[in-house]
């Protein structure tokens, strides 16, 4: 079945650092893939998405790129805020499949 | 409009007693969710509602029920709850299509004593 791989965090980064969390995934077919965000007693916003291969998502200084080759779709950013502190899952198309969650917190 | 609401943000609640969830949308979306989401853990599908017809259960057990009686509502009745049923309970809409991005609430926490 469908499956998403994601690095098991927590993720703790200085202010500005650059950041990267990992995602891979398994599926049949040509999934679109998208990166959520959920700030602490909220619930999941969508961050970026991209539909498919070679598609680059970003938003708010967040990238990914839908590597087909490497079925990767891994999230940077070049320079984190202390705002960017929160819970990031990687996810496939359809509503069943995310990643683990990876906690990022950034310190001033 | 673009939002999901849910209600209430809190719930406590007796392993004998009956509560609802309730969730809200006026974004147009034909596609509603229920998740159960346990701490330190991604959201895991309970149900899905496609054009106020139930789609996918998610083998849930009874004693979570859910109920879509219009396009932009969607309930969650609770009966004879577990204490392991505590968690955040998120409700989610799209447009129809696996690969649209879903819209999250900002969920019901629930605790079973």
């Known amino acids: 079945g469908d499956s998403v791989t994601q690095m098991e965090g927590p993720v703790t980064l200085s202010e500005e650092a650059f950041l990267t969390i990992n995602c891979t995934y398994t599926a049949t077919g040509y999934p679109s893939l998208f990166w959520y965000v959920q700030y602490p007693g909220e619930g999941l916003q969508l961050l970026l998405k991209?539909?498919?291969?070679?598609d680059k998502g970003s938003n708010k200084g967040f990238e990914a790129t839908y590597r087909k080759e490497t079925t990767s779709f891994h999230l940077e950013k070049g320079s984190v805020q202390v705002s960017d502190s929160a819970v990031y899952f990687c996810a496939l198309s359809g509503w069943v499949t995310f990643g683990i969650g990876t906690k990022l917190q950034v310190i001033p | 409009d673009t939002e999901v609401t849910q209600t209430p943000k809190h719930l406590v609640m007796g392993m004998t007693n009956k509560k609802s969830l309730k969730c809200e949308q006026h974004?147009?979306?034909?596609?509603m969710y229920w998740y159960k989401q346990k701490a330190k853990k991604p959201p895991e599908l309970m149900f899905v509602?496609?054009?106020?017809?139930?789609?996918i259960n998610e083998s849930v057990p009874s004693r979570f029920s859910p109920e879509c009686p219009n396009s932009s509502l969607l309930n969650l009745h609770l009966h004879a709850l577990q204490p392991e049923d505590s968690a955040l309970y998120l409700c989610?809409?799209?447009?129809?299509?696996?690969?649209?991005?879903?819209?999250f609430g900002s969920g019901t926490q629930l605790s079973v004593l």
């Open positions: 991209a539909t498919k291969a070679d």
């Open positions: 974004m147009g979306h034909r596609a």
């Open positions: 509602y496609s054009y106020e017809k139930l789609s």
């Open positions: 989610a809409s799209s447009p129809p299509g696996r690969g649209e991005k879903l819209f």
